[in-house]
């Protein structure tokens, strides 16, 4: 079991930045690929980035264009989400997950734990 808890999230304007991290509470982190997700309003969720368990392979939604950066410091049991030039289209609650399957998992299904969540809210 592994338990994971998000932070960094809030109320920013547009063209912020805002940087999340989820901290896991496990002995095995480097055993886990680790994802951020989110979930709009009405809308489904979806993967933002994943990143491999050695942090050597990352992935992107098509929908960050670059804007933002997912990383890992396995020292510290954390995941980070560096998210710049936000839009009010970046406006959902974003999760942290970790997942036991190799590689790195594209698909919100594919993860097995899962954060609470934390809110990102960008005003026009």
């Known amino acids: 079991q592994v338990q994971l808890v998000e932070s960094g999230g809030g109320l920013v304007q547009v063209g912020d930045s805002l940087r999340l991290s989820c901290a896991a509470s496990?002995?095995?982190?480097?055993?886990?690929?680790m994802g951020w997700s989110r979930q709009p309003p009405g809308k489904e969720r979806e993967v933002v980035g994943a990143i491999s368990r050695s942090g050597s392979i990352r992935f992107y939604g098509d929908f960050v264009k670059g804007r933002f950066t997912i990383s890992r410091d396995n020292a510290k049991n954390t995941v980070y989400l560096q998210m710049n030039s936000l839009s009010p289209e970046d406006t959902a609650t974003y999760y942290c997950?970790?997942?036991?399957?190799?590689?790195?998992?594209?698909?919100?299904?594919?993860?097995?734990?899962w954060g609470q969540g934390t809110q990102v809210t960008v005003s026009s």
């Open positions: 997950a970790a997942g036991t399957s190799p590689g790195v998992p594209r698909r919100a299904a594919e993860y097995d734990f």
């Open positions: 496990t002995r095995t982190f480097s055993n886990y690929a």
